[in-house]
């Protein structure tokens, strides 16, 4: 389906469109994904008050969420949830991998950082071990939205592409949206967040004394395909979508709500 606009985001999109396993695509306006809010223009703003979104996921850490604000339109309401993730949060551990000393890190620091970089999968399961319950939220969020007021659900974190992708795709595995169209989606932020939006976040880490490996450019800026896949592997193992979301907290009439929106 055609990309949406908004202005101020590089990774905003609908996850309309995409193949369904039994047949059939997504809806459009069910639910949206985007990287932070922080830079809306007020076209932008004007932009996302003409979606169907009325629910906004944020899984940014307070820090997060304090040093970049959300901008939202104030023409119509608004439910905001916080749902914070600490996985994913690429300030934060930047700093961790770097230690709390305001002195100039040392060579052994920088060696001893940048062979603790996990890679992206090893994150996601952290968060899907960590977060049944948020994440059982965010599909009861999307199982109560409705086409007769604007209700759908637009998840964000920092760059969209981490915490935010991590969910996008559990809903859309619960949904029975093909694993190809999965992964591809999860995999479109990359190109989305490449240019001045990764040149920015690049230039942040290197500020901080850190050398720019080829890893560690994959952590900030990246979304390998085969991250998710390994992600949704470890899924599979603990019984699929749906029962991982059951786990949370997640019911059956909620878990075919959710199927419905999607598929209509």
């Known amino acids: 389906m055609p990309k949406l606009q908004v202005e101020g985001c590089y990774n905003f999109r609908d996850t309309g469109g ?57 023409s119509r309401p608004l439910q905001m949830v916080e749902l914070p993730f600490l996985e994913g949060a690429m ?10 000393s305001s002195a100039p890190p040392t060579p052994e620091m920088l060696s001893q950082a940048m062979s603790s970089i996990p890679p992206l999968s090893d994150l996601y399961i952290g968060i899907l071990q960590h977060g049944a319950s948020e994440l059982a ?20 974190c920092t760059a969209g592409k981490d915490r935010t992708g991590v969910a996008t795709a ?26 001045p939006w990764a040149d920015g976040m690049l230039q942040m880490v290197s500020s901080m004394g850190v050398p720019l490996t080829p890893e560690l450019e994959t952590l900030v800026t990246g979304t390998p395909p085969e991250e998710i896949e390994k992600a949704l592997d470890w899924v599979d193992a603990h019984g699929g979508a749906a ?22």
């Not at 029962?243 to 209509?264: K, P």
Request: negative net charge; without cysteine; charged residues 20%.
């Open 18 to 74: 995409l193949p369904l396993r039994d047949g059939g695509m997504t809806r459009p306006g069910i639910l949206y994904r985007s990287d932070a809010l922080t830079n809306l223009t007020q076209t932008g703003l004007d932009e996302l008050a003409h979606t169907a979104v009325g629910v906004i996921v944020d899984f940014r850490t307070p820090q997060e969420r304090e040093a970049g604000p959300d901008r939202v339109p104030d």
């Open 91 to 100: 300030a934060d551990m930047t700093k961790q991998f770097m230690g709390s």
């Open 137 to 156: 939220q965010v599909a009861r969020l999307i199982a109560a939205s409705n086409d007769t007021t604007p209700t759908a659900v637009l998840v964000h």
């Open 170 to 195: 559990l809903m859309l595995e619960a949904a029975g949206v093909e694993r190809s169209a999965v992964v591809a989606d999860y995999a479109s932020s990359q190109q989305n967040l490449s240019g």
């Open 243 to 264: 029962d991982y979301l059951r786990s949370g907290g997640l019911t059956d009439d909620e878990l075919a709500g959710l199927r419905t929106r999607f598929a209509g």
